[in-house]
């Protein structure tokens, strides 16, 4: 079993940035692929970003060149960087455990964490 436990999520006004980081206890992240997604009120869970065993990502069009996926397998924790935020990226953004990589549909991933809110001002 692995716990993830999203942080680092808020307020933001357009254009602004913000990190949100992945923890994860009961086994090492570095066995897993990793995901972010992220979920709109009234709209179904939509792939953000991945991040493969060897440090490989990929990322929807929409974030490309914006968002960067990162891990840190000995502190056991993944990041997702936002910058030049838009009121598009709005959500509750989740972090997910898997063994496929680059997978980029939800019932892909065995593992999630309870989400972190992520508001933009526009």
């Known amino acids: 079993q692995v716990q993830l436990v999203e942080s680092g999520g808020g307020l933001v006004q357009a254009g602004g940035s913000l990190r949100l980081s992945c923890a994860a206890s009961g086994r090492t992240l570095r066995r897993y692929a990793m995901g972010w997604f992220r979920q709109a009120p009234g709209k179904e869970r939509e792939f953000v970003a991945s991040i493969s065993l060897s440090g490989g990502s990929s990322y929807v069009d929409s974030v490309t060149g914006r968002f960067t996926i990162s891990r840190d397998n000995a502190k056991n924790t993944v990041y997702l960087q936002m910058n030049s935020l838009k009121p598009e990226d709005a959500g509750v953004y989740y972090c997910?455990?898997?063994?496929?990589?680059?997978?980029?549909?939800?019932?892909?991933?065995?593992?999630w964490g309870q989400g972190t809110q992520v508001t933009v001002s526009s």
């Open positions: 997910a455990a898997g063994t496929l990589a680059f997978a980029s549909r939800p019932v892909e991933y065995d593992y």
